[in-house]
């Protein structure tokens, strides 16, 4: 971390980029993304909210671990059967990488995954969900919307999306929102030892039914 890090300020594009892709290469993926790409990109937001980076390095380098996570989950096969879990950001909420991770997790274990990705209306994700009537419907909150903002999205969220699809929500802002989500019982993931728990429930439910 410390030498990917040190090829960012002042920018050099073609040591980092060795870097990461040698870093990644060697080791299993889920051990890479755990013990390099999520720690940089934490690294690279708290760098960028000290100001000691630009806006567009920490751009370029999340875009980096987007494509590495991205290029892992197409390695996957494509399943066809088991549980169905759609995967997204709240409006507003252009953070995406958590949910990524979420979204590889799931289809690591074999589920049927639908990644919306970031800024996703409520709307929109009640509507899929109503066609597509997942087993699960698990949302990234990275960070915590002021209480006004938050909660007229949680009230949305119990009155739009919970009737059609078991909800859960994960993430630093969710956890910060927990009395919220307790409140509309909208089910809080801790972290990823818990989301491991809670899909490996999910996917024997989901097995007994077949």
Excluded at 33 to 39: A, D, K, Q, T, V
Excluded at 75 to 95: M, R, T
């Amino acid at each position: 971390l410390r030498e990917l890090l040190s090829t960012l300020n002042p920018l050099n594009r073609v040591i980092f980029e060795k870097r990461l892709n040698g870093a990644v290469a060697v080791v299993p993926f889920e051990e890479a993304l755990h013990g390099i790409l999520l720690p940089l990109q934490e690294q690279v937001g708290q760098l960028w909210h000290d100001a000691q980076i630009d806006v567009a390095i920490e751009h370029y380098v999340t875009k980096h671990i987007q494509q590495k996570i991205f290029s892992a989950m197409n390695q996957l096969p494509v399943a066809e059967f088991g549980a169905k879990v759609v995967v997204a950001c709240p409006p507003g909420e252009e953070h995406d990488i958590a949910a990524l991770t979420v979204a590889y997790r799931c289809r690591v274990r074999g589920c049927r995954v639908y990644y919306l990705g970031a800024n996703v209306p409520v709307t929109s994700l009640a509507n899929l969900c109503g066609k597509v009537e997942p087993d699960l419907t698990i949302m990234s909150f990275p960070l915590a919307l002021s209480d006004d903002q938050a909660t007229e999205l949680v009230q949305a969220l119990a009155d739009e999306v919970s009737p059609v699809s078991n909800l859960a929500v994960g993430g630093h802002g969710a956890i910060a929102m927990r009395h919220l989500f307790v409140k509309s019982s909208i089910k809080i993931v801790e972290d990823f030892a818990d989301l491991d728990s809670k899909l490996d429930r999910l996917i024997r439910q989901s097995s007994s039914r077949e």
